[in-house]
Each structure stands twice: as structure tokens, then as C-alpha cells.
């Protein structure tokens, strides 16, 4: 939603979809989207034909539009995509970060420190650690790849965070990418961010063996 505009119906519909208020699978109605966001139909129909376009819902026979869902292959593939990606954008930011911009992901990194034990806390500060480490990289292209493996993200039913381990685990790997780019050092900021994107991908996948 936008400070002083109307609701942003597609900003809306991905939110929800990424916090698992619509999980891979669920039916996506227009009346039932427009009455909950407090929207016409008209922009909710255009935010599900955009999502639908990115590959974040699909046609289900006779269910209609569904929530996308990745099977196993599939995020293997995302990961190892997001690796090289998340490992470029740090290397960037190491090397064209302002001051300003390693001093708010320090401030996020010393923030996460209190919310080890808030899953739903920390995994919000995890996004805009990320978010702010792409726009520090200041790099459009790589941002517009970026904007779209979040999208994909949304997919995943279970953030890795979930793990009552991995809290601590993501600050200090986050503390790591953050000094690196501190430190002006490309090698390190693109390693750290690497090692916390396979992490979290092996978390995931123990995760969905206990499921």
C-alpha cells in the first residue's frame, strides 16, 4: 500500500501469499481478494493476470487460479540461481556501498539480535537486510533479476527460519556479509553471502524432511 494512493492490490496479493496466508495450492478468488484488501475487482483481476505472467499463480483445471507451487528440482534450481545472484549483489555492495548504507545494515544486523526467538520477526528483518544489501549494490539490472527470485521466494511454505537453530545462525552470517562490505572487501562479501544462501537452502531442505 502506498503512503497516500490507494492500495497496490498486487503488492497486496504477493504479501499475502509470501507470509502463507495463501500456501501453494490455494484457490486465488477475486471476490474473496477484493472483499479481504478492500479493493474492486478491477485491479485485483489485473494484480492475478501480472502474478500469473511472473509465474506466482496458475490455472487449475477447473479450481481456477491457484497458488504456484516448486517441486523439489525446481528449488534446487532457485537456490543455486540465488547464490551467484545474492553473491554478486554483496560483491557490489563492498564495492559502491555509501557510508550511510553499511551503517543501516549494521543497524539491521544488530536489530535481528533481539529477535532470535520472534521467528516472524526476524524473518521480516532477514527481507529487508536483503533488500537493502541489492540496493546497495546499485545495480538495476541485478535488482530487477533479484525482484524476481523474491517473487519466487513466496512460493516456499515454510521460511528456513522456522528452525528454531537458524536464527542465531542467519545474524552472524548476516554479520559476516555486513563487515565484509564494511571492509571494502568484494571476495569476502561475495562468500559470506554464498555460505548464508547454501545454509539456509540446507535448512530448508531438512525441514521439508521432517514435514
Given at each position: 500500500m502506498t503512503r497516500d494512493g490507494p492500495p497496490d492490490a498486487y503488492a497486496l496479493i504477493l504479501d499475502a501469499?509470501?507470509?502463507?496466508?495463501?500456501?501453494?495450492?490455494?484457490?486465488?478468488?477475486?471476490?474473496?481478494?477484493?472483499?479481504?484488501?478492500?479493493?474492486?475487482?478491477?485491479?485485483?483481476?489485473?494484480?492475478?493476470?501480472?502474478?500469473?505472467?511472473?509465474?506466482?499463480?496458475?490455472?487449475?483445471?477447473?479450481?481456477?487460479?491457484?497458488?504456484?507451487?516448486?517441486?523439489h528440482n525446481q528449488l534446487g534450481e532457485l537456490y543455486e540461481v540465488r547464490a551467484v545472484v545474492e553473491g554478486l549483489a554483496a560483491r557490489l555492495a563492498a564495492r559502491h556501498a555509501a557510508p550511510e548504507e553499511q551503517a543501516l545494515l549494521r543497524r539491521l544486523v544488530e536489530d535481528s539480535r533481539r529477535m532470535t526467538h520472534d521467528a516472524e520477526a526476524l524473518r521480516d528483518n532477514n527481507r529487508r537486510f536483503h533488500r537493502q544489501l541489492h540496493l546497495a549494490s546499485h545495480n538495476r539490472y541485478l535488482n530487477t533479476m533479484l525482484d524476481g527470485i523474491r517473487r519466487s521466494m513466496a512460493l516456499l511454505t515454510l521460511t528456513s527460519l522456522a528452525d528454531p537453530t537458524r536464527g542465531v545462525e542467519t545474524v552472524d552470517e548476516h554479520d559476516a556479509i555486513a563487515r565484509a562490505v564494511e571492509a571494502r572487501d568484494e571476495d569476502a562479501a561475495d562468500a559470506a553471502a554464498r555460505l548464508h544462501i547454501s545454509r539456509a537452502y540446507e535448512t530448508r531442505l531438512k525441514l521439508d524432511a521432517e514435514r
Open positions: 501469499i509470501d507470509r502463507g496466508r495463501y500456501p501453494p495450492g490455494a484457490r486465488l478468488v477475486e471476490t474473496e481478494l477484493a472483499e479481504r484488501f478492500g479493493v474492486s475487482r478491477t485491479p485485483i483481476r489485473e494484480a492475478l493476470g501480472r502474478l500469473e505472467t511472473q509465474g506466482v499463480v496458475a490455472h487449475d483445471g477447473r479450481r481456477g487460479l491457484v497458488v504456484a507451487s516448486l517441486d
